[in-house]
């Protein structure tokens, strides 16, 4: 079981728990799993080191003001886990705490006593030997003797990257802090060892899960005019042109992946741009039948500069791509077209009619199944029909047999979820807890809870918090309010209780069911991937609508398994009439709150409300409480079945995000999709919201998930998504607020900023953390205090003109076959005092040039200091630089186009897709990138071309004749 600090900035990989470990109450909770001996075998501490960091020079006794309550929270902690690690090792367990080998908690009493007390050993190493970066001296004080084996010295044979401080713009930070992960490879060590010593122990082995295919790479996004950060999607020209594997009749490479030498590729019949990436020995067969070791390498061979150009032109670009949109909704989109309105209208009513009929032939089956309910759950449930949910998914080929089940009998809270055809499945991760863990639990997280907010802090918001809950009392979702002895009555000793508080939205106040205080998330783990439609793929499948049919009146459109398919529009239809697109929402009333929670796991749902006079009382939550990860996975398995029925069985174009169901068809089919999603949710018994703020009609411009989707101009081809005016309002709001005050806490700032950055997220995104640095260092605490500084009152009226600008998120129909296609490159050389860029650049139509451009500039000796003000090691930034300064000079032929940005450089090619670098100079170009592809609506991919398949390198290095003789047109920078 993993423990971890719920604030923790670092990504975990595996499930943890998470707990205060400066708590009382969370102590009580981990010795209460050291009671039995031989339970535990061995646990590792690893305390917080930043606060006795002797890099720093802060001894805890003189520490200042400002840190007095870091190291009185520090000192807690380390007091805390000597007592868990005293109390492990005298139940059996093995034990050892990690920290700098200089660090001062070794000093403190506590630590003092638990290495006396229980003799524990000195294992210091430095952390480069077990794959560090740095040569960090740690120590592990144990009782373990797999472990002294860690035990070593820098052998010298590596490099370390730089100690010391690092100045960032006005910033310093100390390199310190990225070590403060364990290297993987020191991680894997410690597993193998611990692993192996408890088996020899007769510990048993818990065998793992197969790892499930891993989901396909995230197209919604990139076919949404938004690239991935990072590489969550392939590369679209692949970096070898192919791979193949040899008998490697040489030595062993020393290094690898290497070119081969000219030996080595004239012996295979390579071309010389070869590289070897892996060799070892695998078993292979002789010419005599023996099985002899043989030393094996896998060799990839490169493209040429002139191959790679050639695939560069040939691409298609992702922001077309139509890959999000299923084959179901591919498939209505081509008949409505094809067919006409009429024949789709009355398709769907005949679906609607044959339905109605099977679910009055199936009610007496279904009054029976809901006769075995309990008179107060079977009320909450009685209009659900689910063996005509059961029979649709059938005939729609919905794979999930346990839906039935769970619409009956309830979803549990706690344990594996059940499996689903419905998503894709992950590795399966035992859950942090297991039930028994979090009914002993129960004891002290139910003081905690009971303890929380026992202050009143807002009277009006409690008060709304209650009125909600005795509503949901009266509709019979909850049972209460009741007293401890009456919960204990109910449901036996070991129940867990969860705190409920109030959240208050622009139109209304939402309560939240904390489940991760209590630990009941942490005993719930998931075995398939949610992956939702929301912005992202509302805004593919109006675009891939909306361009479905071309200026000629053909209908084409690619399914998922490379067909295309083909037809001319319906006479009925015109072109305008074919384009002509309107949307709306469909939302599910109280979504959550129409399944059940399992009678199994009622102990696990029940909920602790204040009423308005502060008092605390229990209610037994019936249907699935907001804020359970269990409620989030059951649910949005129903409402992925509704959207596959909905498209294979009523022809609805619609895509769901939770519980908001966005709609698209043409306009010429009226009320039809309106009418038959709401009498298929009918027959099935699902209950849509009838409010009028929330059903409203077909529209070209509809809102859903706080975005305003503007389809007016669908019959031109352009999809629009920007924010919703009221949210645009309130974020002014609290700016003006924060400005008019001049109080800017890191919560508020920490607050404004997540508001900022989903606003921007559903358009034309990525630009908070680039211009708003100052903000974001109050935000995440590096800057602490309440004051408004100058950088911040600038970059908060900056947001206020970014939001109130609002520039929509467009989506284009490219009935266009121009695209751009830029190479950019840099070097330096002479001992980093000369450099150069270079960039190669086609106009293309159909993949053939049409302009062509280079850039060949050596850089100017004062850019050069300035890129060099921290190191002279700047090949990052100069690559940087030769790919804005490539984008600056094309920007008037990448108005509205799609473009291909090639770079080589991982670093600068990682900062153009996040729009983000610690750098100040760095993030000074990403900021003017920033406006020219905003302003222009250029619609860039950036990828990466190998260095050595880089048409750039050339000009980078001034040579240019080639690029000249071939027709190109030099293009001259204005260096500023």
Known sequence: MAVDQKSNKHKQAYATVALDLASEEAVKFLLSLLKQPGRVFYVHAAPPCGTCSRARERRLKRAVRTDLKRVTLANRIYANIATVLSQAIIAGAYVSVENPTRSWMWQTSWMKQLIERFNLRAVTFQQCMHGGKRDKWSTFYTNAPWLTFLAMECDGQHSHLPWGVTKDGKKYKFNTAEEAEYPPVLCERIAAATSEAALHAG????????????????????????????????????EYKSTFTVTWPFAKPLKLPRLLSSEEAAFFGVPAHTKALTCEKRQGADDEGQNPMKLCAKLAILRTEAEFVEEALKLSHPFDSSEAVTDDIK????????????????????????????????????????????????????????LLLAEMCRDAGVHDDGLADLQLSGAPLTGISGATGLFSPVEQQPPAMDDTQLMKSSRWSRKMVAAKDSGVADVSLQEEVWNITMDEVKRGWLQGPLTEPQV??????????????????????????????????????????????????????????AGAVDDSGTVRLALSDGQVIEGELHPSLNLDEARRILGRTLDLDSAYKQLLVRQSSLWASVLQVRNPSGEPFLFISQVLPFGVSASVYCFNRFSKALQMIGARLFSLAWVCYFDDFTQFDLAAMGDSLQMTAEKFLDLVGWKYSVKEAKRKPMSPIFSVLGVDVDLSASKSGLVLVRNKESRVNQIQLEISEIVSSRAFSSATASSLRGRLQFAESQTFGRAISLFMRSCNSRATGAKPGSNLDDDMMKELQWAKGFIAEDCPRILKVDQSS??????????LEDNDRTAGIGMVAMVCRDGIPTKKFFLSERVPKEVLEKLQVNTPKVIAGLELLAAVMAVDLLKDFLVAR??????????????????????????????????????KSIFMWTSRVPSLSNVADKPSRFEIVQLVEAGFNRMRPKWL
């Open 203 to 238: 510990v048993q082995e818990v065998v793992p899960l197969p790892k499930a295919p891993s989901r396909p790479a995230p197209s919604k996004m990139a076919a949404a005019g938004r690239q991935p950060r990072g590489n969550r999607l392939p590369e679209v020209i692949s």
């Open 331 to 386: 498939m209505y989109i081509f008949e409505v077209l094809t067919e006409g309105p009429a024949a789709m209208a009355t398709k769907r009513q005949k679906a609607l009619e044959y339905y109605a009929k099977r679910a009055v032939e199936l009610q007496e089956e279904e009054e029976k199944l809901h006769a075995q309910l309990p008179a107060n759950r079977r009320a909450l449930v009685e209009d659900k029909r689910g």
């Open 488 to 545: 204990r009555k109910e449901l036996g000793p070991l129940y867990v209780v969860s705190p409920r508080f109030g959240l208050r939205q622009s139109d209304k106040t939402r309560p939240i069911d904390d489940m991760s205080i209590s630990l009941v998330n942490s005993s719930f783990s998931a075995s398939y991937l949610l992956e939702l439609d929301g912005v992202d793929g509302v805004a593919v499948l109006a675009r891939t609508f």
């Open 818 to 827: 121009v695209r751009v296609v830029i190479f950019t490159d840099a070097c």
């Open 898 to 935: 799609r473009a291909f940005l090639f770079i080589d450089n991982e670093a600068a090619r990682a900062s153009l897709l996040s729009m983000w670098s610690p750098i100040f100079t760095h993030a000074r170009m990403l900021q003017h990138l920033w406006d020219l592809v905003r302003s």
